[in-house]
């Protein structure tokens, strides 16, 4: 598999997560403010071939000011860790600048944190 589409794997897994689990689509946060990702550390475990099904698993690790932490975890179908990404990501306003997390949004988010839920 080329490694690339893993990326586009995770960033399709973070803007579902903020879709599907915080309730806010990455859509409605992109009118007024932006979330980048600003650093992604990803250690490939086994290679994948064209044609295999794996599985994401996203957990939030730690929420600051303007930053989200996140893992993902790929694994293939018979659990076969393929890869493991940790990201951090950037609230920033419409200039491109961090900046506080919105309260709705930033509780959803706590409430998420690996070992809370």
Request: some cysteine; aromatic content about 10%; hydrophobic content about 40%.
């Amino acid at each position: 598999m080329f490694f690339p589409r893993y990326f586009e794997m995770i960033n399709d897994c973070v803007e579902a997560f903020f879709d599907d689990v915080i309730g806010v689509p990455y859509e409605e946060i992109h009118i007024s403010a932006g979330v980048p990702t600003a650093e992604i550390r990803t250690q490939f475990k086994a290679p994948s071939r064209h044609g295999d099904r794996i599985a994401l698993v996203l957990e939030c690790v730690k929420v600051g000011r303007s930053s989200l932490d996140l893992s993902v975890i790929a694994s293939s179908q018979d659990g076969e860790v393929r890869f493991v990404a940790e990201l951090t990501l950037v609230y920033v306003n419409n200039v491109g600048r961090p900046t506080s997390w919105p309260v709705q949004i930033k509780e959803k988010l706590t409430k998420e944190l690996k070992g809370q839920s």
